[in-house]
């Protein structure tokens, strides 16, 4: 167990919806990362937290959004959904965002976009 | 030309078989090399963490990096069943905002056989 919680697991949705992924980071790290992995392109990084601040952006759609809470947990929203979407949403948490540090993942949420 | 590539497999070995799995990268501002194992429908856990350059040992695993030639290695000795897994090669720089951004492989699905 690698201290970072992500709900929900598992959800299907249909194209053109909405859905909002959780991540609580492990106790006491301040950076929150989330990535996507799909078959074809593998993980991808999507967005970088730190402290509530947005540190960096990836490859994210502008239908995606996200932010850090005062609490630090983190939500991925996903809007406009469509089939491509599917893939598994990772969550990922640092002490500090900085090289030297390590990423701990979550287990993981599957979307699948029928 | 992909950022890191990753021959993605599948490899197949005995049990108590020596692994070698590697990747080549094209980015030399990477200076942070990891390894990732990532069983099925589970987060990628972090095995291996090496900076620069030269070998790291840890048990029955080694990481080498080949800076010069931008290659990476990881080596798995005495391999048991409980090895098999999807492994991931990742390497990291710094963006401008000074966060940390994981590039990752796509991965090479290991079976070790009993």
């Known amino acids: 167990d690698s201290g970072v919680t992500q709900t929900p697991k598992h959800l299907i949705t249909a194209t053109g919806q909405r859905v909002t992924l959780r991540c609580s980071p492990r106790s006491g790290d301040l950076s929150v990362y989330w990535y996507q992995q799909s078959l074809d392109q593998g993980l991808q990084f999507l967005i970088h937290y730190y402290n509530g601040e947005e540190r960096a952006k990836g490859n994210i759609l502008e239908r995606f959004s996200a932010q850090q809470f005062p609490d630090l947990h983190s939500e991925l929203n996903l809007s406009s959904l469509e089939l491509g979407d599917s893939a598994l949403y990772f969550c990922?948490?640092?002490?500090?965002?900085?090289?030297?540090?390590?990423?701990?993942f979550g287990e993981g949420s599957w979307l699948t976009v029928v | 030309q992909k950022e890191v590539e990753q021959d993605p497999g599948p490899l197949s070995v005995p049990e108590g078989a020596i692994v070698s799995l590697n990747c080549t990268y094209s980015?030399?501002?990477?200076?942070?090399f990891m390894w990732y194992r990532q069983y099925s429908r589970k987060g990628p856990e972090l095995l291996m963490y090496t900076y620069s350059s030269g070998n790291k040992e840890d048990g029955r695993f080694t990481a080498q990096v080949d800076k010069s030639s931008k290659y990476i290695s990881l080596f798995i000795r005495d391999s048991q069943p409980s090895d098999s897994a999807t492994y991931l090669c990742?390497?990291?720089?710094?963006?401008?905002?000074?966060?940390?951004?994981?590039?990752f492989g796509k991965g090479t699905k290991l079976t070790v056989n009993p």
């Open positions: 980015n030399s501002a990477f200076q942070y």
């Open positions: 990742a390497m990291s720089d710094l963006t401008q905002g000074g966060s940390e951004k994981l590039v």
């Open positions: 990922a948490s640092s002490a500090q965002g900085t090289p030297g540090n390590t990423i701990y």
